[in-house]
């Protein structure tokens, strides 16, 4: 079992940054893809960033890629997204995610955090 806990979201300026954090705890906790993904009210998940278990390869939405960055510390069991230039578009509850598979689906992932609000205004 793998818990995740994020943290870091809250109200930012348009073009500000934010740094959101996941929290992981559970077991072999570093062997596991990670993946971002959020919500806005009345849409989609919508997938933004992978993180391959050893933190070499990510992969980006295009909406998000050179804006956002995702990283993880295993030492830590942390994993994180830096938002920078941030849009109103950008408004939404963020989860981190862990799952056997690098994937930009939803589905190949087993285990979810509750989320943390990121509201940009413009």
């Known amino acids: 079992q793998v818990q995740l806990v994020e943290s870091g979201g809250g109200l930012v300026q348009a073009g500000g940054s934010l740094r959101l954090s996941c929290a992981v705890s559970?077991?072999?906790?570093?062997?596991?893809?990670m993946g971002w993904f959020r919500q806005a009210p009345g849409k989609e998940r919508e997938f933004v960033a992978a993180?391959?278990?050893?933190?070499?390869?990510?992969y980006y939405s295009d909406s998000v890629k050179g804006r956002f960055t995702g990283s993880r510390d295993n030492a830590k069991n942390t994993v994180y997204l830096q938002l920078h230039n941030l849009r109103p578009e950008d408004t939404a509850l963020y989860y981190c995610?862990?799952?056997?598979?690098?994937?930009?689906?939803?589905?190949?992932?087993?285990?979810w955090g509750q989320g943390t609000q990121v509201t940009v205004s413009s």
């Open positions: 559970g077991r072999t906790s570093s062997y596991y893809a």
């Open positions: 993180i391959s278990w050893t933190g070499t390869n990510t």
């Open positions: 995610a862990a799952g056997p598979r690098y994937s930009t689906y939803p589905r190949d992932y087993d285990y």
